[in-house]
C-alpha cells in the first residue's frame, strides 16, 4: 500500500514563508512526475507546481517567482518552499504523485492535504 504524507502547512502572515513536504511510502518503484495542488472551498483543485521525474518544474502564474518545488528520489519526498505568501494562497494542499509505479502497477496517489492559512 503506497501512501502520501504531506507536513509543514500552518498559520503565517503575509510576506512570510512556508515549506511544504510530501513523502511517499511503501512498496515503490519509481515514482514519475509529483506536483503540488491547492483547493479553496467552493472552488475547484488547481495545480500550483509539478515536477518531472528529470527535475523539469511547471508553475502555475499565480506562484511563480515565489514557490519552488523540488524532489529528492532518495527519501521519496517532494518539497514546495513558498516565499512571499499572500492571503489568496490560503488553501488546502495537496500532494500528487502521477503514475507511481509500484509493485500493484501504475496508479495516482494523492495525500491528505494540508492547510495553509496566511493571515494580513
Known amino acids: 500500500q503506497v501512501q502520501l504524507v504531506e507536513s509543514g502547512g500552518g498559520l503565517v502572515q503575509a510576506g512570510g514563508s512556508l515549506r511544504l513536504s510530501c513523502s511517499a511510502s511503501?512498496?515503490?518503484?519509481?515514482?514519475?512526475?509529483m506536483g503540488w495542488y491547492r483547493q479553496v472551498p467552493g472552488k475547484q483543485r488547481e495545480l500550483v507546481a509539478a515536477i518531472t521525474s528529470g527535475g523539469g518544474t511547471n508553475y502555475a502564474d499565480s506562484v511563480k517567482g515565489r514557490f519552488t518545488i523540488s524532489r529528492d528520489d532518495a527519501k521519496n519526498t517532494v518539497y514546495l518552499q513558498m516565499n512571499s505568501l499572500k492571503p489568496e494562497d490560503t488553501a488546502i494542499y495537496y500532494c500528487?504523485?502521477?503514475?507511481?509505479?509500484?509493485?500493484?502497477?501504475?496508479?495516482?496517489?494523492w495525500g491528505q492535504g494540508t492547510q495553509v492559512t496566511v493571515s494580513l
Open positions: 511503501g512498496r515503490i518503484l519509481k515514482i514519475n512526475d
Open positions: 500528487n504523485a502521477n503514475r507511481l509505479m509500484s509493485v500493484s502497477g501504475f496508479k495516482d496517489y
